[in-house]
């Protein structure tokens, strides 16, 4: 099976001349969008890390992260994964309160990405953090932090729609939620994605909650690493993609893992260890602040937007042989 999905007569709705002018327009008017709706301030973030300091992120535990020397310090440094724990840190240090949050423009390489229409080594995206305390740290404020991003979204939709009038219909802005562990009650015979795929096909807009503890079935929904969301209070925005047929992630968010969480989520992944490193030493001493959080992906936000067949069309990366010459066939330009 081919790893490109091409669409039936695709042709992109953009000239790539417009294609640039429409993914700066994006960058900007989401980001005021989503600052104000999320009272978040703009910080400056790594782009590697310490692998000592237990700050970057494993995933799914199995990926390797992109490692390198440093001559001046005799040490070694990782290219981040995402920055889930490093925003967490960056609220303490930067002082920000309860109600206040930061975002920032994340960039990563996962070298061991399954790479399709949707996934690329590189990664692009918006990663907020926000402080919040004890009382707001349930399902509601989830829900509530989902309809408001939701919202920022379909705002910057139709401002895009204002300048360039052939791009996708709108997207829904009422966002269904359902948990993972209904999905599979749902559909029992189908697999994760075959569920999402399913339920965004009648929803359009959702956000599948739940992600990273055992199912009934003994199986995962999807991976997630046990140190930030926490698995009974995390999910994932999904928005039913037309063109391609399928179900289109742009953001994995939740509320973070307090003491209690931590500590269960570290027993169940078999990684008690990692309770000795700084970050998680601090969050077990209660020295860091609650906090809720994700990243949105800009590339995947744009490719939706704009109605893009493949992510490659909203961002160079480097592609396998068998993608460019299918692109190349069907007339889609990488860049």
């Not at 967490?88 to 240090?93: N, P, S, T």
């Not at 001493?285 to 493949?310: D, F, N, V, Y």
Request: charge should be negative.
């Amino acid at each position: 099976m081919s790893k490109v999905f091409i669409p039936k007569a695709y042709r992109s709705a953009l000239t790539l001349y417009e294609t640039q002018t429409a993914i700066g327009m994006i960058k900007r008017i989401f980001e005021d969008n989503l600052s104000k709706a999320l009272n978040l301030k703009r910080v400056s973030a790594p782009l590697f890390v310490e692998p000592q300091t237990g700050l970057n992120d494993d995933l799914n535990g199995v990926e390797r992260p992109v490692e390198f020397d440093i001559r001046e310090t005799q040490g070694t440094a990782q290219i981040v994964h995402s920055l889930a724990k490093w925003k967490r840190y960056a609220l303490h240090k930067y002082g920000f309160k309860v109600g206040e949050g930061l975002y920032t423009d994340m960039n990563a390489v996962r070298r061991d990405e399954d790479m399709d229409n949707l996934h690329s080594i590189y990664v692009d995206q918006w990663d907020w953090e926000k402080v919040i305390d004890r009382e707001t740290r349930n399902v509601e404020t989830l829900k509530d932090t989902v309809r408001k991003i939701v919202g920022a979204i379909c705002e910057t939709q139709k401002e895009l729609k204002a300048h360039f009038a052939g791009l996708p219909d709108l997207l829904s802005p009422e966002v269904s939620f359902i948990t993972t562990q209904e999905l599979e009650d749902m559909y029992p015979e189908l697999s994760p994605k075959e569920r999402e795929n399913e339920y965004l096909r009648e929803h359009k807009t959702a956000f599948i909650m739940q992600i990273g503890d055992l199912l009934k079935s003994g199986q995962k929904h999807d991976g997630r690493a046990p140190d930030y969301d926490d698995w009974q209070l995390n999910g994932d925005i999904v928005f039913w993609n037309d063109l391609l047929g399928c179900a289109h992630e742009v953001s994995s968010m939740g509320i973070r893992v307090d003491e209690v969480s931590l500590k269960e989520q570290l027993v169940k992944a078999g990684c008690e260890h990692r309770a000795k490193l700084p970050f998680h030493k601090d969050l077990l001493e209660g020295k860091l602040p609650l906090t809720m959080g994700g990243g949105i992906g800009q590339s995947r936000l744009c490719m939706l937007l704009l109605g893009k067949a493949h992510i490659g069309e909203v961002q160079a990366s480097v592609w396998d042989q068998e993608t460019i010459s299918a692109c190349e066939a069907a007339g889609i330009i990488l860049l």
